[in-house]
C-alpha cells in the first residue's frame, strides 16, 4: 500500500511541476523572436528564427 501511495505523490508532484512550467515559459503564448531582444537577422543566426519557441538565447526587450 505504501509503494502505490508514493508511486500516486510522484505522479502528482511531476503534473503539478509540468503545469508550473507551462505557465511559466517564456514568449508568453508566442513565438519567442517577437519580443527577443536580439531580433535581427544580423545579430540572431539561428535557424530556428523568427519562429522559436525555445532559445537559450532568448532576453525579452527591456521596457524604456
Not at 18 to 36: M, N, P, T, W, Y
Amino acid at each position: 500500500m505504501l509503494h502505490w501511495t508514493l508511486e500516486v505523490i510522484v505522479v502528482f508532484g511531476a503534473v503539478v511541476l509540468s503545469v508550473v512550467a507551462f505557465k511559466h515559459r517564456k514568449g508568453e503564448d508566442a513565438f519567442l523572436c517577437q519580443d527577443c531582444r536580439f531580433n535581427d537577422p544580423e545579430k540572431c543566426l539561428k535557424e530556428v528564427r523568427p519562429y522559436a519557441v525555445e532559445c537559450t538565447s532568448y532576453r525579452k526587450v527591456k521596457a524604456k
